[in-house]
């Protein structure tokens, strides 16, 4: 077991060191010099050439890439070239707003999906199921921006009842929370239903109600427990990606959040922004699949090693 | 103890109405074993869901009554059945690989039964599944309550199930094809532990296909055909004196693999698909002394002598004119 998460955690490493690479080669290689953009197309071209050499983007990228990542062992990401201030400081002032509305969103898509599942399974082809698995139907399929926008009409707009943008009450996170999580619910709802209805045919599910124990006894100590483990590591991987960046509802919503400066990182070619919000994302995923991968062996005690 | 009377249990499929269990009627009587025989697909295991109530869907029970100690449990609320079900009748499934719950311990899920119809303390149903993993003979038995079903053998499984069926100790234990997962000598102590156990006032209703298994352990026996009981009679007699041609054909195949013959003895032709059963004996058709009426006209249940019915014309009673 302990043997297990050291070797998982070590090909982590290596995939986060292969992302960064990566990403860090290919932020050098698009066409145009940053600082040029930077300084607006009337600078003088002696101050641009001594800008770079400072910045050290002259080095081979290699070299540049071993500096990055010793700064970044000492929690140095360098200096946002747009903002004119650490990176590190300011992801760390977005992260609690990001966070805040990813727990939210999650919440509520888990909620909302793992109730109508269980209630569309039970029910299955009843008016509750149809209903139920139309709007999750309308759940996945529905853009995230058109969904911001409507409930921004209707409730903000029209309603009155929640602000519009900002994030100055807790009021404020709810609609971007239920935009966010809108998608996440629909399709947990349909993992849930159709992984229960499944489980509800298998044999053992025979031999417990054969012990007496009553419909609502065999779903929620039989079923739900075996109906869990996809759905888990499914909220896992979905909670990593809701922390990563929401970048259009927080766009949508002015939530200052990780994926607002990564907007800002791409529109003023803001290396070092954009570097760190992609590297830490890349870390918040890499790090949800993992948790998924811990809590299936914890839950499944075929996939547990014993001893 | 248990009496089925005219038990129709059917399937409603999108082709038409399977009849699964047609017209059956059996008796299980205190303290006795009694056994239900034939090939795959005829409604045994369909039989024993009847039984419990745990056809199902789109199986449901047409008609029938079932009557546990005189009292109807056909017609009893889910609640009042959930309460008899693992108490006073409990099964044993076919299938020892996949009827655990993967995710629970087995001590868990023997001991879930006693917590949940007697209220016994945590300790004593633990106290009493150590007792229970003992007498069917899993070694261990304190260590293995402990064990998912992943780690154990297919035998072991089916002991665990068993364990599981006996711990309120039943009135009624139905086994359906109890043994057939496993090995030889372990069949053999499976079935010696149900001796024991209907020594001790629990009624068994031992599902096979395997007559040699009958034979050993059972007081009465029903032969099943495609739905219907063909014949019964108490195990001497049905072997000693088989009626029915399908009885006939099935004791013959068992007997042909006794001595060793060359060719296996089996009955011609397959099990009739029960969408198109014929008007008449479902029978017929494999059968070597097929009359004229018999595809058209269903034979009765006829008593040929105390105790031993066949459903067969060859023993149709002459009608006084
Ligand atoms: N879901 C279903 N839909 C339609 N027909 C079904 C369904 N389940 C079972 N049946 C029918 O019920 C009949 C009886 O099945 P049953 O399981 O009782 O057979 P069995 O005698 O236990 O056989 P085996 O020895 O293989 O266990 C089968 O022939 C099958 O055609
Ligand atoms: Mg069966």
Known sequence: ?307 | MLQVNHLCTSFFTDKGEVRAVDDVSLEVPAGKIVGIVGESGCGKSMTARSVMGLVRAPGKIKSGEILLDGRDIVRLSEHERCAIRGSEISMIFQEPMTSLNPVVRVGHQVEEALLLHEHVKKQEAEARAVEIFEAVGIPDAKKRLRSYPHQLSGGLRQRVLIAMAMICRPKLLIADEPTTALDVTVEAQILRLMKKLCGSGTSILLISHNLGVIAQVCDYVYVMYAGRIVEQADTFTLFDNPCHPYTKGLLDSVSSLRSGAQVLDTIPGVVPNLLHLPAGCSFSMRCGCCMEKCADLLPELHETEPGHRVRCHLFDKEEPA
């Not at chain 1, 062996?297 to 014993?306: F, I, N, T």
Request: aromatic share 8%; with cysteine.
């Open chain 1, 1 to 307: 077991m302990v043997r297990n998460i050291l070797s998982r955690l070590l090909q982590a490493v290596c995939v986060l060191l292969g992302v960064a690479l990566l990403i860090f080669i290919m932020l050098r290689i698009v066409p145009g010099n940053p600082i040029a953009t930077l300084m607006g197309e009337h600078a003088d071209r002696a101050v641009i050439e001594r800008m770079t050499a400072e910045l050290g983007l002259d080095q081979p990228i290699l070299r540049q890439f071993i500096r990055y990542l010793a700064d970044a062992l000492r929690g140095d990401f360098g200096t946002s070239y747009s903002l004119g201030k650490p990176v590190a400081a300011l992801m760390g002032a977005a992260f609690g707003n990001t966070l805040k509305l990813a727990v939210l969103a999650a919440l509520f898509a888990w909620i909302l999906g793992i109730t109508s599942g269980v209630i569309a399974a039970v029910r299955k082809n009843g008016l509750l199921d149809h209903l139920f698995m139309g709007a999750s139907l309308l759940g996945v399929s529905m853009p995230v921006f058109m969904v911001a926008m409507l409930l921004q009409y209707v409730f903000a707009y029209h309603l009155h009842w929640l602000p519009i943008a900002g994030v100055s009450s807790w009021k404020g996170f709810i609609l971007p929370a239920v935009a966010l999580g809108w998608n996440s619910a629909g399709s947990v709802a349909r993992l849930v239903r159709s992984t229960l209805l499944e489980i509800l045919e298998e044999d053992y599910i025979d031999t417990a109600r054969a012990k007496g124990r009553g419909q609502l006894g065999v779903l929620v100590l039989h079923a739900l427990r075996n109906a869990m483990l996809p759905v888990i590591t499914m909220m896992a991987v979905q909670f990593s990606s809701l922390l990563s960046g929401a970048v259009i509802t927080e766009s949508v919503f002015s939530i200052n959040g990780i994926g607002r400066l990564a907007v800002q990182g791409i529109s003023g070619r803001d290396i070092p922004l954009l570097q760190g919000t992609v590297l830490f994302s890349t870390l918040v995923v890499i790090l949800g699949n993992f948790l998924a991968d811990c809590l299936y062996s914890v839950l499944d005690p075929r996939v547990r090693k014993e001893g």
